[in-house]
């Protein structure tokens, strides 16, 4: 499962892998989390690099768009790590996301599209219905407000 949780979004990830844990759930997982400033910003961070650290969070991807002059968000990590994405993508993987629906979720969903064309070679269109099709399997999930 790939999931991106940036701000507050990241709480409700916070507690499906301490269920996971609870349940002994093994299969990997990743997490992309931002927020502004590391220092001051970094919710659960102890928690999420010590799940991280014993492999239990397979990936933690971080975006801090403060903390350096070009600001990097959670969608610029999915670019960035895009060929590793699209082939969790191809082995099953579901996609969630949590936050802010104005301007994150609408830019994760562009960069999760872009993704799906650029690694999968696919046609703009054929990229949205591969998105589309993942979301009436229950494999992107968005959960934004």
Not at 60 to 84: M, P, W
Not at 95 to 114: E, H, I, K, N, P
């Amino acid at each position: 499962m790939i999931m991106v949780g940036p701000g507050t979004g990241v709480a409700p990830f916070r507690g499906f892998l301490h269920e996971r844990r609870a349940r002994g759930d093994t299969g990997p997982n990743w997490l992309f989390f931002g927020e502004q400033h590391a220092e001051t910003d970094f919710y659960y961070r102890e928690e999420l690099q010590a799940m991280h650290q014993e492999g239990f969070l397979s990936q933690l991807s971080l975006a801090f768009s403060r903390d350096q002059e070009t600001k990097i968000y959670v969608q610029d990590r999915i670019r960035e790590h895009g060929a590793q994405v699209w082939k969790w993508l191809q082995e099953g993987a579901h996609f969630y996301v949590c936050g802010d629906a104005s301007r994150m979720a609408r830019d994760v969903d562009t960069a999760l599209r872009q993704v799906v064309q650029d690694h999968g070679g696919l046609s703009a269109d054929a990229a949205s219905d591969y998105v589309v099709q993942m979301s009436k399997e229950k494999r992107y999930v968005r959960d934004v407000y």
